[in-house]
């Protein structure tokens, strides 16, 4: 059973810095797994950030996070902590973040209906 948890949420000021952990459970077994951090915003859709496949650690981002959003994953004993370290913040980056996970490819066009698991989310809001 897969399971995800998301920390690292809060409020920064635009151009500052904040860090997302997802701790997931029921992955380590296998790296045969995508992981994605999706995002959204009060009214609008999900959105996918950034993804990492645990099988060869090979990123991908949105163009609208490149070169500021960087996402990273390192294996804890039986869990996966997959990070997001969010650099130059800007308004448009306030969103509640998703964590969440598919088993096979992780291309950008899979979707966020695409990914069978996720988390509760965290908040990250930006002032400017």
């Known amino acids: 059973q897969v399971q995800l948890v998301e920390s690292g949420g809060g409020s920064v000021q635009a151009g500052g810095s904040l860090r997302l952990s997802c701790a997931a459970s029921?992955?380590?077994?296998?790296?045969?797994?995508?992981m994605a951090w999706f995002r959204q915003a009060p009214g609008k859709e999900r959105e996918a950030v950034a993804r990492?496949?645990?099988?060869?650690?090979?990123?991908?981002?949105a163009d609208s996070v490149k070169g500021r959003f960087t996402i990273s994953q390192e294996k804890r004993e039986n869990t996966n902590i997959v990070g997001l370290q969010m650099n130059s913040l800007k308004a448009e980056d306030a969103a509640m973040y998703y964590c969440?996970?598919?088993?096979?490819?992780?291309?950008?066009?899979?979707?966020?209906?695409?990914?069978?698991?996720w988390g509760q989310g965290t908040q990250v809001t930006v002032s400017s």
């Open positions: 029921g992955v380590a077994g296998s790296r045969n797994y995508c």
């Open positions: 969440e996970a598919m088993r096979g490819g992780c291309l950008m066009r899979f979707a966020d209906t695409d990914f069978p698991y």
């Open positions: 990492i496949f645990l099988g060869n650690d090979f990123p991908s981002y």
